[in-house]
């Protein structure tokens, strides 16, 4: 699904949004606003946004593997440089901030809290990161 690949660019630091029940044409309003680039797996909200003069991708199926697109758009639309890992919420698209431990006594596990100096909290749902085991693996399907 396309909602994996939105994770996968917030994890790259890009503004994503993921719309499940909105209309077409709010969509293609927003986009036009906001002047987002639009990456669908619908042929026909594709030609009709292209219609519209969008940047927009098409998503080769809803099944697409969300690492490798991803790769994908950021290299074909020349976003490399753009790229700011893991200053977004892959939840909610939030900023996150860094925050002392000591700001955070009791809101994470005291081992965790105990290993960690610096964690990272999203400005917009509060989930807290930290930089742990997985991190590696996350940053080498990112930048395989």
Same mark, same amino acid.
């Given at each position: 699904?396309?909602?994996?690949?939105?994770?996968?660019?917030?994890?790259?630091?890009?503004?994503? %949004?993921?719309?499940?029940?909105?209309?077409?044409?709010?969509?293609?309003?927003?986009?036009?606003?906001? $002047?987002?680039? %639009?990456?669908?797996?619908?042929?026909?909200?594709?030609? %009709?946004?292209?219609?519209?003069?969008?940047?927009?991708?098409?998503?080769?199926?809803?099944?697409?593997?969300?690492?490798?697109?991803?790769? $994908?758009?950021?290299?074909?639309?020349? %976003?490399?440089?753009?790229?700011?890992?893991?200053?977004?919420?892959?939840?909610?698209?939030?900023?996150?901030?860094?925050?002392?431990?000591?700001?955070?006594?009791?809101?994470?596990?005291?081992?965790?809290?105990?290993?960690?100096?610096?964690?990272?909290?999203?400005?917009?749902?509060?989930?807290?990161?930290?930089?742990?085991?997985?991190?590696?693996?996350?940053?080498? $399907?990112?930048?395989?």
């Amino acid at each position: 699904m396309l909602g994996r690949v939105a994770r996968v660019l917030r994890l790259l630091g890009f503004d994503t %949004l993921y719309f499940r029940d909105e209309d077409d044409l709010s969509i293609l309003a927003r986009c036009i606003k906001e $002047k987002r680039i %639009l990456i669908t797996a619908d042929r026909e909200f594709f030609n %009709l946004a292209k219609g519209w003069n969008l940047n927009a991708v098409l998503a080769p199926s809803e099944d697409v593997n969300p690492w490798e697109f991803a790769r $994908k758009v950021v290299e074909d639309l020349k %976003l490399r440089e753009c790229t700011r890992p893991f200053s977004r919420c892959p939840k909610c698209n939030g900023e996150m901030e860094m925050i002392h431990r000591n700001r955070l006594v009791g809101f994470v596990h005291p081992y965790v809290w105990h290993r960690h100096e610096y964690f990272a909290v999203c400005r917009e749902c509060g989930q807290i990161y930290w930089e742990g085991t997985h991190v590696d693996r996350i940053r080498e $399907k990112l930048f395989r």
